[in-house]
């Protein structure tokens, strides 16, 4: 079963009183595919015109970078030699009062059921209402965590074989379609503010020229296809990072250095910078201005009682391409790694910019 939670309130003024009316709707869906999506938000919504198939669901696309052309410098540069697996509950919901928004509508997904999501090759063929698995092979969901693919899959695994045809070089011959994991919303926002609880378990070194220092964890915004897309998050060299994909070609908007070790990020001796066995919280916000750019704030919260702070902000006037202004899905993409999940959170916001 999927659980979610639509939480709206509406406050009416009067002379002498004051008026609370709180909604909360919780749908609970089989295992089967449904015969329907049921879409939790108010706005409309269209389906994704998949850039897989069913026998051949992997994205084997190269990896342009470009140069950066903004960079907006972090709080504090977080250097850790120690990790910790321990989940700290959250006291509160922190929130940063120069945000720019009013709340109108917020989808809380807790992963508290036990459940399989499998990759599909396009949304209509995905088995869950909120979400579906463009690439991966799994979504795994037990004990109130969600995650990626833990470690090798069998050689006898489906998945493996299908991975081991259309993209064996970044999967390992199959064994870690992790590697490339794209989970995305049935559902579509345009002012959006996203909040993801983390954790990376391991990095999976595998030798491609795919895996390397701009790999990492990201929330991804504005999603109109795989090719046209924003997407904001943390580096395996250490690099908070803002970009956008437009017509197949990554650029980057924004980046600054948030994590730091003694050993220099190598992509073969040291490949990774992010403790791991460490949970983060990590937000990103995507607005529309009055002028018709996009502004995209990035904040990062060093455990999951520690505020969020911002890290980066940048706005895409339309220097590599028009900003991506039509609304989109939302999602999560993580690279070559092994990582959990919890309390993924998206709020549909009312820019005041």
């Known amino acids: 079963?999927?659980?979610?939670?639509?939480?709206?309130?509406?406050?009416?003024?009067?002379?002498?009183?004051?008026?609370?009316?709180?909604?909360?709707?919780?749908?609970?869906?089989?295992?089967?595919?449904?015969?329907?999506?049921?879409?939790?938000?108010?706005?409309?919504?269209?389906?994704?015109?998949?850039?897989?198939?069913?026998?051949?669901?992997?994205?084997?696309?190269?990896?342009?970078?470009?140069?950066?052309?903004?960079?907006?410098?972090?709080?504090?540069?977080?250097?850790?030699?120690?990790?910790?697996?321990?989940?700290?509950p959250v006291l509160s919901t922190q929130t940063e009062t120069s945000k720019p928004k009013v709340p109108t509508q917020t989808f809380l997904y807790t992963f508290n059921v036990t459940e399989v999501l499998e990759e599909s090759g396009s949304s209509n063929l995905s088995s869950s209402n909120f979400f579906w698995l463009n690439s991966g092979a799994r979504l795994e969901i037990s004990d109130g965590i969600g995650s990626t693919i833990k470690g090798a899959l069998t050689n006898g695994d489906p998945w493996r074989r299908a991975y081991a045809e259309t993209n064996p070089l970044d999967t390992g011959n199959g064994l870690f379609p992790q590697n490339l994991f794209r989970l995305?919303?049935?559902?579509?926002w345009e002012n959006v503010d996203q909040e993801l609880e983390f954790s990376i378990q391991k990095v999976n070194v595998l030798n491609t020229h795919d895996r390397d220092a701009f790999s990492g964890i990201f929330l991804m915004s504005r999603y109109v296809h795989s090719d046209t897309l924003y997407y904001a998050g943390i580096r395996m060299d250490g690099k908070?990072?803002?970009?956008?994909?437009?017509?197949?070609?990554?650029?980057?908007?924004?980046?600054?250095?948030?994590?730091?070790?003694?050993?220099?990020?190598?992509?073969?001796?040291f490949p990774n910078l992010i403790p791991t066995h460490?949970?983060?919280?990590?937000?990103?916000?995507?607005?529309?201005?009055?002028?018709?750019?996009?502004?995209i704030r990035l904040s990062f919260a060093y455990s999951l009682s520690s505020p969020l702070e911002t890290v980066l902000i940048t706005t895409d006037t339309g220097v590599f391409g028009?900003?991506?202004?039509?609304?989109?899905?939302?999602?999560?993409?993580?690279?070559?790694?092994?990582?959990?999940?919890?309390?993924?959170?998206?709020?549909?916001?009312?820019?005041?910019?």
């Open 278 to 295: 460490t949970w983060y919280r990590m937000a990103t916000q995507t607005i529309t201005t009055s002028s018709g750019g996009v502004q």
């Open 184 to 188: 995305i919303t049935q559902s579509l």
């Open 1 to 88: 079963m999927y659980r979610a939670i639509l939480i709206s309130t509406i406050v009416a003024g009067a002379i002498s009183s004051i008026v609370w009316f709180t909604y909360i709707y919780t749908v609970y869906h089989a295992v089967t595919p449904p015969t329907r999506k049921e879409i939790i938000e108010s706005t409309s919504t269209a389906e994704i015109v998949s850039t897989s198939t069913v026998s051949s669901p992997v994205n084997t696309s190269a990896h342009k970078e470009n140069t950066s052309t903004t960079t907006s410098i972090p709080k504090k540069i977080f250097t850790s030699s120690t990790t910790s697996n321990i989940k700290t």
């Open 322 to 353: 028009p900003p991506i202004t039509a609304e989109g899905h939302t999602g999560v993409r993580t690279d070559y790694a092994d990582v959990l999940f919890d309390n993924y959170k998206i709020t549909t916001l009312v820019s005041s910019l």
């Open 240 to 269: 908070a990072v803002i970009k956008k994909k437009y017509h197949g070609v990554y650029y980057t908007l924004a980046e600054a250095q948030l994590f730091t070790s003694s050993t220099p990020y190598d992509r073969v001796r």
